[in-house]
């Protein structure tokens, strides 16, 4: 917090960043949504798109952080706190990721975005992502889909209203809920990465190209109901417990280190000013002043 009472960012975006975070985020609905739109005769196959998405993503993630660093001064305390979170992001996901949706990375990500901005969160989401990819071994083509459905996590925190204001269990009720919101619409639109190149499923629940828009997204709600939804609920309820049990004190400590971060703080350069030795004893030798 300031002196005024305006919350500190960590990265203040500029045009550039807009830019680059609405190009990314254009990109990335048409690579999670396009399937929907093919016709019957397009031919999908997740194994000859998804490395053309996940050489197209990764570049255009990377681009927003070089845009950041460039228009709004991502400096070395950013860079350090951004790492920090990142690994103990990456560090959370292994401790429930594959059992019953137990995640408490979104817990974290929500919390830092929410303190930091949503220009600083899309980053880290998609760090922290990318680096508990690589701990846990699950680098694959949905990886830059990981990557950007959690920088959007992140990033929509960072969105959410009175952040200068809304403190103590109003702000924590807000935040449970867009965490409960935000775990169930992520396992939503990661379903949308693989669903559409799955075989064999049943025809009610199988993605049909070439059928109307309406018929296919029925299908796919019946997709996630049956399948990802007892993934998908765990995940809300454990961001729901651990950010009103502890994200009174997670979001204090947050807001102390970029309180003393002091990220916005001007940097001013003075003149030296000259140092002069105490005078000797009356009548003696006067010592010159040093420059």
Same mark, same amino acid.
């Given at each position: 917090?300031?002196?005024?009472?305006?919350?500190?960012?960590?990265?203040?975006?500029?045009?550039?960043?807009?830019?680059?975070?609405?190009?990314?985020?254009?990109?990335?609905?048409?690579?999670f949504g396009w399937p929907l739109l093919a016709?019957?005769?397009?031919?999908?196959?997740?194994?000859?798109?998804?490395?053309?998405?996940?050489?197209?993503?990764?570049?255009?993630?990377?681009?927003?952080?070089?845009?950041?660093?460039?228009?709004?001064?991502?400096?070395?305390?950013?860079?350090?706190?951004?790492?920090?979170?990142?690994?103990? @992001?990456?560090?959370?996901?292994?401790?429930?990721?594959?059992?019953?949706?137990?995640?408490?990375?979104?817990?974290?990500?929500?919390?830092?975005?929410?303190?930091?901005?949503?220009?600083?969160?899309?980053?880290?989401?998609?760090?922290?992502?990318?680096?508990?990819?690589?701990?846990?071994?699950?680098?694959?083509?949905?990886?830059?889909?990981?990557?950007?459905?959690?920088?959007?996590?992140?990033?929509?925190?960072?969105?959410?209203?009175?952040?200068?204001?809304?403190? @103590?269990?109003?702000?924590?009720?807000?935040?449970?809920?867009?965490?409960?919101?935000?775990?169930?619409?992520?396992?939503?639109?990661?379903?949308?990465? @693989?669903?559409?190149?799955?075989?064999?499923?049943?025809?009610?629940?199988?993605?049909?190209?070439?059928?109307?828009?309406?018929?296919?997204?029925?299908?796919?709600?019946?997709?996630?109901?049956?399948?990802?939804? *007892?993934?998908?609920?765990?995940?809300?309820?454990?961001?729901?417990?651990?950010?009103?049990?502890?994200? *009174?004190?997670?979001?204090?400590?947050?807001?102390?280190?970029?309180?003393?971060?002091?990220?916005?703080?001007?940097?001013?350069?003075?003149?030296?000013?000259?140092?002069?030795?105490?005078?000797?004893?009356?009548?003696?030798?006067?010592?010159?002043?040093?420059?």
């Amino acid at each position: 917090m300031t002196a005024d009472g305006r919350q500190v960012r960590a990265v203040r975006l500029g045009p550039r960043s807009v830019a680059a975070l609405c190009l990314v985020s254009a990109i990335g609905v048409v690579a999670f949504g396009w399937p929907l739109l093919a016709g019957s005769g397009s031919g999908l196959a997740h194994s000859q798109d998804a490395p053309w998405l996940f050489a197209a993503l990764l570049p255009l993630l990377l681009a927003v952080v070089v845009a950041t660093v460039a228009d709004a001064g991502l400096d070395a305390k950013a860079i350090a706190m951004l790492g920090v979170l990142a690994a103990a @992001g990456a560090a959370l996901r292994p401790l429930g990721a594959g059992t019953a949706g137990i995640e408490p990375m979104f817990f974290l990500m929500v919390l830092s975005g929410r303190v930091l901005g949503p220009g600083f969160g899309f980053v880290l989401g998609s760090v922290a992502m990318f680096a508990s990819a690589l701990l846990t071994g699950g680098v694959g083509p949905w990886m830059p889909f990981q990557m950007l459905s959690m920088g959007w996590v992140a990033m929509g925190a960072g969105l959410l209203p009175g952040p200068d204001r809304w403190r @103590g269990r109003r702000e924590l009720v807000l935040l449970a809920g867009y965490g409960a919101v935000a775990s169930v619409g992520y396992g939503l639109v990661m379903n949308l990465q @693989g669903w559409p190149y799955i075989g064999g499923l049943a025809s009610g629940v199988s993605f049909v190209p070439g059928d109307p828009l309406s018929a296919n997204l029925t299908r796919y709600l019946a997709y996630c109901l049956a399948t990802s939804l *007892g993934w998908d609920l765990p995940r809300a309820v454990v961001t729901v417990v651990l950010t009103s049990t502890l994200g *009174g004190t997670v979001l204090k400590a947050l807001r102390r280190a970029t309180r003393r971060a002091a990220f916005e703080a001007p940097v001013a350069f003075t003149e030296p000013v000259a140092f002069t030795e105490p005078a000797g004893p009356p009548g003696g030798p006067q010592r010159p002043a040093r420059p």
